[in-house]
């Protein structure tokens, strides 16, 4: 059995944790440090027992405590050399990955880490290097794919073999665009290596989730553009225009931006 939890989903940092009976780790290390013990800490669990960090870009929300937490654990960091690379230039992330802790991971190289099987794969952002991770323990399989300018041939693989898969759903067409953010960052969030939209993700659903999936989580909504009510409506809406239902079919859920989730537990 996986155990899954949100500790931070947005632009305000992202941060994920998954435990095997013996092992743990976390995807992202964008939330401040005492901040993931206490929510650990709250649940009857420990940083401690966090073995590993994976990395999926070099942009803040996603890294600004991996240094610190990397250092004080002595928890080895991977990520691909690009993200190493961003990692170790980014001001955000005031204390660097010791050095005996950067771990090299290689796109669509699968590779075991501790119990985990782990392959990493390109998603379209504009970041250095940016993946997702399709993560196996246990005969469960969980995707996490965030920041998701489109939906690639690859992606939509991983989606359809997926049990259990967290999704961007950053935004709303009509929020965006009747907003006040600046013509070029509109542009760029709606982009190739943006952000994947409400309408998209669901789109995404339809088209490639099979009789394997079980739960979906949407991640990194953002706080101007979007709504959980809206997103949800939207995604339900799409899937069933194809014969879909939510909460028959599979089950979606979104991921609150600063508030930890409940323990999820996947088997």
């Known amino acids: 059995m996986l155990k899954f939890i949100s500790l931070g989903s947005g632009s305000s940092g992202n941060c994920y944790y998954l435990e095997t009976a013996g092992d743990a780790m976390l ?20 940083i401690s027992n966090v073995k590993q960090i994976l990395v999926t870009h070099d942009h803040a929300d996603h890294i600004k405590a991996v240094g610190m937490i990397s250092n004080e ?137 099979t009789g394997n999936l079980c739960h979906v989580w949407l991640c990194h909504l953002s706080e101007e553009n979007n709504h959980p009510v809206l997103a949800l409506k939207t995604i339900e809406q799409t899937l069933r225009s194809y014969g879909i239902v939510m909460g028959k079919d599979f089950i979606v859920e979104d991921l609150k931006r600063k508030t930890p989730s409940q323990v999820y537990e996947l088997e």
């Open 27 to 46: 995807i992202d290390a964008g939330v401040g440090i005492r901040t993931v013990k206490k929510y650990l800490h709250d649940y009857g669990l420990s």
């Open 73 to 209: 654990y002595d928890i080895p960091v991977y990520a691909t050399r690009e993200v190493h690379a961003g990692i170790h230039r980014n001001y955000c992330v005031p204390k660097k990955i010791p050095g005996d802790n950067c771990r090299v991971v290689e796109k669509d190289q699968r590779v075991k880490i501790g119990e985990f099987y782990v392959t990493p794969f390109a998603v379209p952002h504009d970041s250095s290097g940016n993946v997702g991770y399709r993560i196996e323990a246990g005969g469960v399989v969980f995707c996490l794919m965030t920041d998701v300018g489109h939906v690639t041939e690859q992606m939509r693989q991983f989606i359809g073999e997926a049990n259990y898969l967290v999704i961007e759903a950053n935004y709303d067409t009509e929020m965006l665009y009747g907003g006040t953010y600046p013509a070029h960052l509109k542009t760029r969030i709606d982009g190739p290596t943006g952000h994947l939209s409400n309408k998209d993700c669901g789109e995404a659903l339809a088209n490639y989730a």
